[in-house]
Each structure stands twice: as structure tokens, then as C-alpha cells.
């Protein structure tokens, strides 16, 4: 939709687009939305013409980028495995810290950036480790090897809030989890069936039992931060009288369906263990398979299953980023819509709010939008959820927003 950026002078540029588009000033806030240093760039793409032995000099590669073509995509595929190193190990920003060091699935190190245009940090230096295991997160937090940790499990609330010296953050997350169904096919193409088992989850209780009570319900996609959420929206309610008489209805006997979920988030297991207690009442049996994550995305991508559980983590603050990448038709598979659902008159709604300039207008497009989702059943709500990070006692003044993004500008650490 960006048909031309336009250099005006040092400090503005001007972005033409094809017609008006409502998420484009969220959207420039993204992370792959930032403007990177040219002389940066020019590096990179130097980089990879050299590795990829090609013929072509920086000047001849960003001629045929701007004359496009076969020419062009051909250089493309040559130099695709190689672009990206530089920016990746050694990135140019503007913040308050600059980049020292990574190590890949170590640790990367930055300091303060005393050049920085605003007030400067109060720490010297930021080393963040890469911890996979949440429980060794949670032992190095209490050892004092470390100052703080992002991302602890909803069952080890209890043990942070309880530890003399530790502080727990809750941010209200941007974000929804959900169980998809594979919408392309049996037997999950059938509306009733899809509407079936929703009404035979209990998201309530899923949230006290699974999840200790962190985050809330959700009744549809759009988080209460984002436009288009309303309290008026009435999501699936349980009820399991209703799953069994639409089971009948769709004449779906002795049911056999299979639930994926990624072998590292014991909480998506829980909660797809609970779904299949609840299944088993009305007779319906789910097996539950736990899938390496990289096969898993593989799956889910290539319409390989019929149910999974993911979440989806909004990071613009635009409605559009959520639910029209859940749910467009154009977005089928690794894009997002991993319940391969498609439905001309919510793509239609989709389109059209992301052209609306009249917030009113677009807000009422997405509440109709979810109306049509909730009704058509192609997921599964199961909760808004918290970002949960925590720290030392020493530490003050850390913060995170509801899109997870840290702010250490003004952190420091009591000295003992």
C-alpha cells in the first residue's frame, strides 16, 4: 500500500500510499518498521553479494532492484541466506543504549549510549541471557545471577509473590490465546461442529485452573486495549447441552479428532488435556499431540491438522494487526490464519476498515467483525492474557507495556 517514500530533508520523509490506510502510523511502530542506517544497509547487501560470490557490485543490485524483473529476482535468491548478517551483528539504533555484543542463543550486551539525544540511562550496561527453561529463570532470579527475568509461567506466580527480595510485574497483555480448527477440512469445515466444541470449553475455569487466574476471559479476538473491543460482545458461552445437540445436528457421531500443541508450553498442554476431559463427556475423543515447535509451525502452516493452540501477541496497537491476520483469506497458513478460514463478507469488513480514516466508523466494523468470527466458530477464545516478569528488590524503576516492550530508561540498581 506505500507506493513512495519521499526524503524531504535530514529529519522527515514522506510515504505515499495507494489509498488511505488506517494502520500505517501503528504499523511504522513495529519493529520491522524502523528506518535503518543506509550506511548500514549498504554493508549488509555488500556482505551478501560477497558471499554469494556474485558478479554484481552494490550499485548494479540496487539498479536492479529498482528496475524489478526476473533479473532482479534471480539476484534475490542468490544473495537470500546472506542478507540480514550484518544488521544482525551489528545493528545501528538511536536509543539510549547501543549495541556491544552477541553471542546467538547466549547472550547479547549493550551500553549506555552517552551520545544519546535525550536523557542518558542510569545503568552502565545491559547483558541479556538467553534462559530457556522457565524454572532455571525463576533459580537464577533467586540466586541473584540475575537482576531480572522476562516471561515467567503463570503457575510460578505464586512462587515469585511469596519470595522475600522478588517482584513480580503484571502487564495486561495485547494479546489472545486460542485453540484453532482446521476450517479446510472434515471435520471442522461444518460450522456446528466448530460451534460444538466451543460451547463444551470452559474458559473460566481453564483460566483459575490452567493459567492461576492470570489475564481474562476472552470472547473474541481484540484484546480491551485494542479499537473494536466492547464489553457488549457475547462470546460462546459453555455450555455442554447445547455442544451435544449440535452434534446431532451436524450428525457427528463417534468423533475422532486430533488437538497439536508445541512440546515446549506445558500450559497449552494443560489446557488441551483439560479440552479433551471436557470432550469425553459428550462423547467425542481427542487425541493430544505434542509436536516439536518447527514442525509445529510447519503443520499448522500447511493445514496438516484439525486443532491447535497459539496465541497471538498484537505489537502495533492496531486491531487490524490481530484480526485481519487471524482471519483474512489472504492470509491462509504461515501468515497467520492457520484455521484456513475464508469468508468474502468478513474479508470485505477487513478491507474496508483498514480505509476507514472515522475511528467511530471503523471501531463498529471490527465489533462486526468479531460478531461474524464468534458466530462462524473458526477459533476458540481462551484468554487475554499478562505479561509476568520479575525482578530483584535492588532493581527500580523496570518497566514493560502491554506489548512486552521494555523500558530501562530510567532503571537502576541499589549497590549493596
Do not use: C
Amino acid at each position: 500500500m506505500v507506493s513512495e517514500i519521499n526524503i524531504i530533508d535530514d529529519y522527515n520523509i514522506e510515504l505515499v500510499t495507494e489509498y488511505p490506510y488506517a494502520p500505517l502510523l501503528n504499523n511504522l511502530s513495529h519493529g520491522a518498521g524502523k528506518m535503518i542506517s543506509k550506511d548500514l544497509i549498504d554493508a549488509d547487501y555488500t556482505n551478501a553479494l560477497e558471499q554469494a560470490e556474485s558478479d554484481l557490485s552494490l550499485e548494479e543490485y540496487y539498479e536492479l532492484r529498482t528496475a524489478g524483473g526476473e533479473e532482479h529476482e534471480a539476484a534475490v535468491e542468490d544473495i537470500s541466506q546472506y542478507v540480514g548478517e550484518k544488521v544482525e551483528t551489528g545493528p545501528v539504533g538511536t536509543n539510549y543504549f547501543k549495541f556491544e555484543s552477541r553471542n546467538p542463543g547466549e547472550e547479547t550486551v549493550v551500553s549506555r549510549n552517552d551520545d544519546y539525544w535525550n536523557t542518558p540511562a542510569l545503568l552502565d550496561d545491559i547483558t541479556f541471557k538467553v534462559v530457556t527453561e522457565p524454572a532455571t529463570r525463576i533459580a537464577e532470579l533467586e540466586s541473584g545471577s540475575s537482576d531480572a527475568i522476562i516471561s515467567t509461567l503463570t503457575s510460578n506466580t505464586d512462587r515469585v509473590e511469596q519470595t522475600d527480595g522478588m517482584t513480580l510485574m503484571r502487564s495486561d497483555a495485547v494479546n489472545v490465546d486460542y485453540i484453532g480448527f482446521n476450517t479446510s477440512k472434515a471435520p471442522f469445515d461444518n460450522p456446528k461442529i466448530r460451534q460444538a466444541i466451543s460451547h463444551a470449553f470452559d474458559s473460566e475455569a481453564v483460566l483459575d485452573g490452567v493459567y492461576n487466574g492470570s489475564g481474562m476471559p476472552a470472547d473474541g479476538p481484540l484484546a480491551p486495549a485494542l479499537l473494536g473491543y466492547s464489553e457488549e460482545l457475547e462470546g460462546r458461552e459453555y455450555d455442554m447441552a447445547r455442544a451435544e445437540e449440535l452434534l446431532d445436528e451436524a450428525d457427528a457421531e463417534d468423533l475422532t479428532i486430533n488437538l497439536m500443541v508445541n512440546d515446549d508450553n506445558p500450559e497449552r498442554l494443560d489446557v488441551a488435556l483439560w479440552l479433551q476431559e471436557s470432550l469425553n463427556e459428550i462423547g467425542v475423543t481427542l487425541n493430544v499431540e505434542q509436536v516439536e515447535w518447527g514442525a509445529y509451525l510447519d503443520a499448522t502452516g500447511n493445514a496438516e491438522h484439525d486443532m491447535f493452540i497459539l496465541g497471538w501477541g498484537n505489537t502495533t496497537g492496531d486491531p487490524d494487526e490481530t484480526i485481519t491476520s487471524l482471519y483474512h483469506t489472504d492470509n491462509a497458513g504461515n501468515n497467520g490464519n492457520r484455521a484456513f478460514y475464508s469468508n468474502p463478507e468478513l474479508d470485505e469488513i477487513l478491507d474496508n476498515a483498514r480505509q476507514e480514516t472515522d475511528e467511530a466508523a471503523r471501531e463498529q466494523m471490527y465489533i462486526e467483525a468479531q460478531e461474524i468470527i464468534i458466530e462462524e466458530a473458526p477459533s476458540i477464545f481462551i484468554r487475554h492474557g499478562e505479561y509476568l516478569n520479575a525482578h530483584n528488590g535492588n532493581v527500580h524503576e523496570f518497566k514493560a507495556d502491554g506489548f512486552n516492550m521494555l523500558d530501562f530508561s530510567e532503571t537502576y540498581i541499589d549497590e549493596e
